[in-house]
């Protein structure tokens, strides 16, 4: 059982108001996370921040043992209806239970936690709590956090899993780094019926919930730090052990805590918003270069897409895998440590990958072949102009998120195309309003085109994208569908309505359903309201490219040229270099 002292000093600092009444220091203090104009613009969508839940989160980590102990504290207002059953997800006992959650007081009486599923908690709530009354639920939590997998360190290790289902590392622990994403067990959404949204089904994004404010202190040893979303209230020599840090957070949809040992921090300040990235030693480098790449998203995006709601924003270095290039969450984003490994030596990619002894043996047999060039560019140049464009994309797709699903709130797990394929497509806006519409184009024959293209070559089958994450064979058929064939719906539909009705429906879905939740066809809705009389030409370019399966059609065959990005020009590869690169592609996705 971790240590109640820190609840001592969190009361003392607030004076130990209570929680919904006016003014509340605990709420002020979550507050302190918003831009002084977004209080205003928030409760014009949500009413009261006081009225919102309210986290109290407190966490001690042993990093060596991947043990950790801690409480969570959680008030929640009964607005229109009355509570009789409280609903809190914990991701990772999606695959074991990682997670154990004990001693549950509700209003300070025991409480009985059932488990209907494994990663869902119910607590009865009897009597149930009248509307306008608050339901106080309090729980003690203990979790041993899994070792990372082995391929995380390699870029091309992690691409095109065809494994088990998993979380992407994110509940994992390196040596010198934990991912405790999940950690805080989180108020459940519900349905109009008042069932419960879906868990991770081990493919795509793990949840979302209901924005809230969170106050929270993790304890760590000496050397290590905690990386979390928020306002950093500061860090507090313990007496017995280490350094306890405390985050204040406001309209977040979740509390991502991370921990690391021998990261850098390199700062910028953009506007009214503070970035911070986080990066190992190793990757000192390209750690500087992703905080750039942040702060020239977040430039492009506010001028068209309207002011994001945090004064400060971080971006963390992360041991991913299985496919993860970068993780979200409400002011804080993850970068894949593959990533940094691969922008900074290119041929890190190789490491742990099958075949890639042959891909290398083709790449050398098509440098000779054409005097080191290969469409005017040398093909490990390619390589590593690829990664870097990788990077500075994952940077703008996670970005990106901060508007979708971040500010407007789908259904990650019933409905992931919603958020995924638009943000992926913002990511390309992204490359066009920062690099040019030409680099936008050669981005989204890589990003896009060669991704779905790649999974065609390996033997996948085209489906349709709008359905369920349970629904998707493999993360490779994920990506390849969600990711790359799905966001090329609205490069039809911009070119069907224009640049401007475009944009402009970009700009009213965010102000409309900002701190909401929107339905899957919301935005085709606002692109209607902005380019009236398109409405039956929309309905049928989504079903085209969201409910159909027309890939090889709209994407070309594929083909190694554009996997390349159309830079083989001439060169044609005879038949063994080819089965070589082909038997590689296979190693890669376990065939």
Same mark, same amino acid.
């Given at each position: 059982?971790?240590?109640?002292?820190?609840?001592?000093?969190?009361?003392?600092?607030?004076?130990?108001?209570?929680?919904?009444?006016?003014?509340?220091?605990?709420?002020? +203090?979550?507050?302190?996370?918003?831009?002084?104009?977004?209080?205003?613009?928030?409760?014009?969508?949500?009413?009261?921040?006081?009225?919102?839940?309210?986290?109290?989160?407190?966490?001690?980590?042993?990093?060596?043992?991947?043990?950790?102990?801690?409480?969570?504290?959680?008030?929640?207002?009964?607005?229109?209806? $009355?509570?009789?059953?409280?609903?809190?997800?914990?991701?990772?006992?999606?695959?074991?239970?990682?997670?154990?959650?004990?001693?549950?007081?509700?209003?300070?009486?025991?409480?009985?936690?059932?488990?209907?599923?494994?990663?869902?908690?119910?607590?009865?709530?009897?009597?149930?709590?009248?509307?306008?009354?608050?339901?106080?639920?309090?729980?003690?939590?203990?979790?041993?956090?899994?070792?990372?997998?082995?391929?995380?360190?390699?870029? +091309?290790?992690?691409?095109?899993? $065809?494994?088990?289902?998993?979380?992407?590392?994110?509940?994992?622990?390196?040596?010198?780094?934990?991912?405790?994403?999940?950690?805080?067990?989180?108020?459940?959404?519900?349905?109009?019926?008042?069932?419960?949204?879906?868990?991770?089904?081990?493919?795509?994004?793990?949840?979302?919930?209901?924005?809230?404010?969170?106050?929270?202190?993790?304890?760590?040893?000496?050397?290590?730090?905690?990386?979390?979303?928020?306002?950093?209230?500061?860090?507090?020599?313990?007496?017995?052990?280490?350094?306890?840090?405390?985050?204040?957070?406001?309209?977040?949809?979740?509390?991502?805590?991370?921990?690391?040992?021998?990261?850098?921090?390199?700062?910028?300040?953009?506007?009214?918003?503070?970035?911070? $990235?986080?990066?190992?030693?190793?990757?000192?480098?390209?750690?500087?270069?992703?905080?750039?790449?942040?702060? $020239?998203?977040?430039?492009?995006?506010?001028?068209?897409?309207?002011?994001?709601?945090?004064?400060?924003?971080?971006?963390?270095?992360?041991?991913?895998?299985?496919?993860?290039?970068?993780?979200?969450?409400?002011?804080?984003?993850?970068?894949?440590?593959?990533?940094?490994?691969?922008?900074?030596?290119?041929?890190?990619?190789?490491?742990?990958?099958?075949?890639?002894?042959?891909?290398?043996?083709?790449?050398?047999?098509?440098?000779?072949?054409?005097?080191?060039?290969?469409?005017?560019?040398?093909?490990?140049?390619?390589?590593?102009?690829?990664?870097?464009?990788?990077?500075?994309?994952?940077?703008?797709?996670?970005?990106?998120?901060?508007?979708?699903?971040?500010?407007?709130?789908?259904?990650?797990?019933?409905?992931?195309?919603?958020?995924?394929? +638009?943000?992926?497509?913002?990511?390309?806006?992204?490359?066009?309003?920062?690099?040019?519409?030409?680099?936008?184009?050669?981005?989204?024959?890589?990003?896009?085109?060669?991704?779905?293209?790649?999974?065609?070559?390996?033997?996948?089958?085209?489906?349709?994208?709008?359905?369920?994450?349970?629904?998707?064979?493999?993360?490779?058929?994920?990506?390849?569908?969600?990711?790359?064939?799905?966001?090329?719906?609205?490069?039809?539909?911009?070119?069907?309505?224009?640049?401007?009705?475009?944009?402009?429906?970009?700009?009213?879905?965010?102000?409309?359903?900002?701190?909401?939740?929107?339905?899957?066809?919301?935005?085709?809705?606002?692109?209607?309201?902005?380019?009236?009389?398109?409405?039956?030409?929309?309905?049928?370019?989504?079903?085209?490219?969201?409910?159909?399966?027309?890939?090889?059609?709209?994407?070309?065959?594929?083909?190694?040229?554009?996997?390349?990005?159309?830079?083989?020009?001439?060169?044609?590869?005879?038949?063994?270099?080819?089965?070589?690169?082909?038997?590689?592609?296979?190693?890669?996705?376990?065939?």
């Amino acid at each position: 059982m971790a240590p109640a002292r820190p609840w001592l000093i969190l009361a003392l600092l607030l004076s130990a108001a209570p929680v919904l009444a006016g003014g509340s220091p605990e709420v002020q +203090l979550c507050l302190q996370h918003l831009k002084p104009a977004e209080k205003e613009r928030a409760e014009k969508q949500l009413g009261p921040l006081e009225e919102l839940p309210l986290y109290r989160v407190q966490l001690d980590v042993d990093p060596t043992k991947r043990e950790v102990k801690g409480k969570v504290q959680v008030e929640v207002l009964a607005k229109k209806r $009355s509570i009789s059953e409280l609903f809190l997800r914990v991701t990772p006992n999606a695959s074991g239970k990682k997670v154990t959650l004990s001693d549950a007081k509700l209003d300070g009486k025991p409480a009985p936690l059932e488990r209907p599923e494994p990663t869902l908690i119910r607590i009865p709530v009897n009597p149930p709590v009248e509307p306008g009354a608050v339901a106080k639920l309090e729980v003690s939590l203990q979790a041993s956090v899994p070792r990372a997998k082995a391929n995380v360190g390699s870029l +091309l290790g992690a691409l095109g899993s $065809s494994g088990p289902p998993g979380d992407y590392g994110a509940f994992s622990a390196t040596p010198d780094f934990l991912s405790l994403v999940g950690i805080v067990p989180m108020l459940v959404p519900l349905h109009p019926d008042g069932t419960p949204f879906a868990g991770p089904s081990g493919i795509g994004d793990l949840a979302l919930f209901d924005p809230s404010n969170v106050l929270g202190t993790v304890t760590v040893p000496s050397g290590w730090q905690v990386h979390a979303t928020g306002v950093a209230m500061g860090e507090v020599p313990e007496k017995t052990h280490g350094v306890r840090f405390s985050f204040a957070s406001a309209l977040v949809r979740d509390f991502p805590v991370f921990v690391s040992q021998g990261y850098e921090s390199a700062s910028k300040t953009v506007g009214d918003v503070t970035i911070e $990235s986080f990066f190992a030693s190793r990757d000192a480098a390209v750690g500087r270069r992703v905080l750039q790449y942040t702060a $020239s998203a977040l430039q492009a995006y506010e001028p068209k897409l309207g002011t994001l709601p945090y004064k400060a924003f971080r971006v963390v270095e992360a041991p991913l895998s299985d496919g993860a290039g970068g993780m979200e969450f409400q002011g804080l984003i993850t970068v894949g440590s593959s990533l940094y490994h691969g922008a900074t030596d290119p041929n890190s990619i190789l490491q742990g990958v099958q075949g890639m002894d042959m891909f290398q043996e083709a790449m050398q047999q098509m440098s000779a072949m054409t005097g080191g060039q290969a469409g005017g560019m040398n093909p490990f140049e390619h390589i590593a102009k690829t990664i870097e464009r990788t990077l500075e994309f994952t940077v703008a797709h996670e970005v990106g998120h901060q508007y979708f699903a971040g500010l407007v709130g789908t259904d990650p797990i019933k409905e992931p195309v919603a958020d995924e394929a +638009l943000t992926q497509y913002t990511a390309v806006l992204y490359f066009e309003w920062a690099h040019g519409k030409a680099e936008a184009e050669s981005l989204r024959q890589e990003a896009l085109v060669a991704s779905y293209q790649m999974y065609r070559m390996m033997g996948g089958e085209d489906g349709p994208a709008q359905r369920a994450t349970e629904e998707f064979g493999s993360s490779m058929e994920y990506g390849a569908i969600v990711y790359g064939k799905a966001p090329l719906f609205y490069a039809a539909a911009r070119k069907l309505v224009g640049d401007e009705a475009f944009l402009r429906a970009m700009r009213s879905y965010v102000d409309t359903y900002r701190y909401k939740w929107a339905s899957l066809d919301a935005f085709r809705k606002e692109l209607v309201k902005a380019s009236p009389g398109t409405g039956g030409a929309l309905e049928r370019l989504q079903n085209h490219w969201w409910k159909e399966a027309h890939g090889d059609e709209d994407l070309g065959q594929p083909s190694f040229d554009a996997l390349m990005g159309g830079n083989m020009g001439d060169l044609k590869l005879d038949k063994d270099t080819q089965k070589m690169i082909e038997e590689m592609m296979k190693g890669m996705s376990g065939q």
